[in-house]
């Protein structure tokens, strides 16, 4: 490693970003004026403010060394997507180029939109495609090895204006949920805010491997996870990992994430380590909604990126290993005003914040009535492994609210009035050095998939490869629907006062099924969720005609989020990202257990029997019995898995013929998936019984516990 560089963090945050003091430094008043009037208020952008923002974003961009641009878009494959057009004019007469960039080349692209999935909206010869200019989202420059390439972050449309892309639906529930929010706060007498955003701050968990060790395992290469491996001697029991010491190699190597991550304006926060060896988690300080989704996915390709410079992997995936715990991605979301209110700030007293209350019964109506829709939001293929499984949280969708909103809600429900807020009580450690402090007023429950924690909700379903957009679209347009319902009622009111109370208590009352405060891990629950008639949707292919709802259609089209068919082409997808996903992880194995395992076992056998007959041969007395049950065993394993091999070579062939479609996603799910596990059995068994030096792939011992 190179010598240590030390740097003021002040000094390069933001470097890369076209931001707003960059703006404000480069552009001539009237335009920036006119800029901030397109983003702050929604107006139009007119082609010759445009072409000069164009030209000193260009500027600006090609000072930091770009030499060519690109939109970058989130199509849904749950990536990012970008194609690169550089500066350089049509040469001229005298063989020399300029570099341009137009005002119509920054808010327009047509990318080549058959390649990106479409679930059915446009047929591949009604190709065109449209990228649109998020004006709100920061322009940023990219270096890597390409070079350095100046990103603008957009929306991406068919040629009939249907959404193909994450950005788009998103940035319309956020103007459902800030028309809604405005309403219901001139209710309560706000005159004076002017816009309303939901603030998200995700928190990214992630694994790091041994880039080495990584490019010996075809399943960590094709799929993002083992599909073979036995658990090592030592798991994660001794819970020494949490928030352990940093190693010195990957501290380094979120050294220098972090410094990527500031100089994009990712304000990478927190650091540490997670609850499995290998495991970590990064999160940012909370940006508004469309800004947090574009810099979560920086942060994911930054992750990638930068580790193999370090001669390591990152492992996104959500079960890159059975039986260690997987990752997930908390969706801290709140919704502040441009005044700085945040409106699921509770205050010191609860009991007595009407616009709180009301807010928060809102939230739980929302939430009991879409429940499936928001778990529906989470769904992802890889998810699958930790929903329901004792690590995440259920695939129940439940509300925690803690001691003392609980409680709250409970005096409402009871008497119909709250009068009063359990108070934090005094933190005694016993220790006359350490200052006592006041705890909070409730502590925290780490079970729960809908959370309240302070100020904010955190959605802790959402799996760590998978977008936040989604869940954040869902959250926002149900709770757009819950606010307007309930100003529906309240604008009418003739007493204010008595309405919103009766309303508060109504929504209490009649939602209070969501609300659980207890262990979320427990069977109990799972039981007691079956009585109060909540979802529990284990699998994604159970979880996705949520979308296509009849609710969840009309509040979509309630607030111009989604069209059906939209949401009919997003549930074809998603079937079909489900279906091709299995197939690739059953073909791999399929590919790993014939060309590599059993080749090797045969290895091991044969050796084994050779020996056995030297050993005779030098000392007919010698007892061989060792040798000889190992090969039994091993013999036996081997038969199986073979078998085991011939069929799920079958059941895939067959699902390959089928159409696409739910069908063929059960289908994967059932018979597929149950092919997989025989397969995976006795190889894994085998693994135990074979010399390591034969076994054609690292352990997860070599994997998890030597980075
Ligand atoms: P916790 O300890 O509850 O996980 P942290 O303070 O570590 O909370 O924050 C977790 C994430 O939540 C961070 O990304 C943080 O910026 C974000 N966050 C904090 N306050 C809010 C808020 N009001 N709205 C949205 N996100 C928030
Ligand atoms: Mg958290």
Known sequence: MSEQEYYNVADIFGQNVFNDAVMRERLPKATYKKLHEVMEEGKELDLAT?????????????????????????????????????????????????????????????????????????????????????????????????????????AFCSYTGEALDQKTPLMRSMEAINEQSLRLLRLFGNTTSKKVTPSVGPEQEYFIIDREKYLQRKDLIFTGRTLFGAMPPKGQEMDDHYFGAIRERIAAYMRDVNKELWKLGVSAKTQHNEVAPAQHELAPIYAECNVAVDHNQLTMETLKKVAGRHGLQCLLHEKPFAGVNGSGKHNNWSICTDDGINLLDPGETPHENVQFLLVLTCILKAIDEHAALLRASAADVGNDHRLGANEAPPAILSVYLGDQLGDVIQQLITTGEATHSLEGSKLETGVKSIPDFMKDATDRNRTSPFAFTGNKFEFRMVGSQDSVAQPNIVLNTIVADAFSEACDVLEKASNFDLAVHDLIKEYAVKHQRIVFNGNGYSEEWVKEAAKRGLANDKSMVDAIPAYIAPESVAVFEKFNVFTKTELESRVEIEYETYAKTINIEAKTMIDIAGKQIIPAVIDYTTALATSMGTVKDVCPEADVSAQKELLVQSSALLAEAQKALAKLREVTACGCEMEEGAAQAAYYRDDVKAAMAALRSPVDQLEMIVDKDIWPMPSYGDLIFEV
């Open 50 to 154: 445009a072409d000069v923002i164009a030209h000193e974003m260009k500027e600006w961009a090609i000072e930091k060394g770009a030499t060519h641009y690109t939109h970058w878009f989130q199509p849904l494959t749950g990536v990012t997507a970008e194609k690169h057009d550089s500066f350089i004019s049509a040469p001229m007469s005298n063989g020399k180029v300029l570099m341009t960039f137009s005002g119509k080349e920054l808010i327009k692209g047509e990318p080549d939109a058959s390649s990106f999935p479409s679930g059915g909206l446009r047929a591949t010869f009604e190709a065109r495609g449209y990228t649109a200019w998020d004006c709100t989202s920061p322009a940023f420059v990219r270096q890597d090895a390409a070079g350095a390439t100046l990103c603008i972050p957009t």
